[in-house]
């Protein structure tokens, strides 16, 4: 039996076990869908808005759910190194990578269904995306990317502080990263000086552009390479440092 | 009084290298030193453990017993030396050690939201079982242990702290190891839990083949289940032999003296110095140890009456791994058993 697969596998059941830690986040995103499209839905009123104000808001409530499903990974690393169990994990011949993917990719799936769940709830509720399935599988893959750039920082946390209280503050980079952005209109329409430097410095602005392109404007290669080449970078980095950390973490001292 | 000067432990290796089926089931521990910063927690220690031995590791906190443990598992790095487990290198073969170890840590948890059957096949498969192995190996195993009649979906948070030592040498046992390391197995266990790990201890043993390095508290554990017995203190080992060879020793036979205070029995030691040179100040007063007690006696009695220091009792007795220990570190298990938990001794079972 391979060790990444009993690891993966593992994590699921762990999360899936603990609901408490999936629904509020999941309620979250489903709370910004409703909230703000019923709320904000007459920015799409506005002159020089393209598309429906729906397709502006999804992304948000589905970075909203990446990250919160991507968070997952470092509070399953913490859970572990509290309880003592990643010590017993060490001394099993297991892969050391296999310690740190096998929370990764069970977040990823928790992730992914999170995001899926979105969208469907989009559709039910008039959603139509621009760039058709195809568009909408695309949004799904930059949901998941992000999330795991995401995931790659609170296992970098984790493993770093090896404390919850520690990591879960990590994870407040959220509210910058979703709300310090053209999260609720569009950026020509942030009068703000400082939150316009804000949102032009946060990646998630550019994966809000993508994504929004998608759905609401049609085929862009503009916006989808940028995003694509922010969160590719985002990733990279965040990737590298949990990379990093987990070799230090189950590396002897 | 002097301190005790530790007995010789340079003991030729036994020829047992070999278990039955050949396979070297042996410790080898040589010039074994780990520094934490400006301390040095191991200093040179020198072991042969053979094959099928089931050897004591006795120490008071912090001496280095749980630092040893480590580094023989290769979850800690040496500073100096090296060690073999069942033959590989913990330097460097980590892996293949992994693989012929059993492990259960006293500081190294169980996930509290598995079952304890999810656990144990998971930790099988881990070593490489298939899913149908590990699911037999699972099914042996909770027998073995006793925790076959538990609620299958009890989750592991729920079991109690001797469950949880079960279930953990349970999964120590997995991958029927060639050696199996029990850090104080049973601390914090009822008498009832603990005479349950020593039979399993001594049918793993004496069935398998196991060699079980084994670290404790207890004299009496050390002493009922341990071929052999070694005392660390200061990272040092002070004393290594059977536990009747480390007894006979001191002597055959220990005077015990109780006064009515311990200035008095710190007076009397002094008073002491001719007729009883080999003496240690314990928790009930001094003990004294001899060949024949009986004839010692009488001048003893003399010696604390020039020195006016009354005496309460005087009891003859055979000396037990306590007088060991208490010889070797000049202090004495029991103050050790009650001392605050630290890291190498936890009360609490995670």
Redesign the interface.
Known sequence: ?N?FF?MIR?SL??FL??PAALIPSFAISVFFLFVYNGGLGSVAKLPGFQGSYLGFIIPVSIASAAISGAGLAGQALI??ID???F????????RRLALVWGPMVAAAVILVAQVVAIVVIGLLMGLRSATGVAGLALVIGFAFLWGMAFAGFTVYFALRTKNAAAAQAATFIFFPLIFLSTTFVPLKYISAGWLKVAAAINPTTYVFAAMRSLLNEGWKAGPLLVGLAVTVAFATVTGALALYQARKATQ?? | MTRATAPAHTQAMPDTVHARDGSDRSIVVERLTRDFGELRAVDGVDLQIPSGEIFGFLGPNGAGKSTLVKML?????PTAGSATVAGLDISRQ??KV??AIG?A?Q????????TAR?LLV??A???????SA?RQTATRLLETVGLDDVDPKKRVGEFSGGMKRRLDLA?ALAHDPLVLFLDEPTTGLDPASRMAIWDEVRRLNAERGMTIFLTTQYLEEADKLADRVAIINHGRIVALGTPSELKRDLGEEVVELSFDSPDHAEQAAAALADAAPECRLGDSGLRCYFAVAAHEVPAIVRALDQAGIPLRGLTIARPSLDDVFLRATGETMAEEASAPPDDEQTEEV?
């Open positions: 039996m060790d009993v593992r059941v762990g076990r603990q859970r572990d309880s003592g169990y010590t017993k994990l060490l001394l099993t011949p297991t002897l001292t | 598992t290769t979850i800690l790095k980590q892996g992994r693989q492990v840590l500081d190294v948890g169980l996930d509290p939201i598995m999810e998971m930790q498969q881990l070593f490489g079982a298939s899913t590990a999964l995670r």
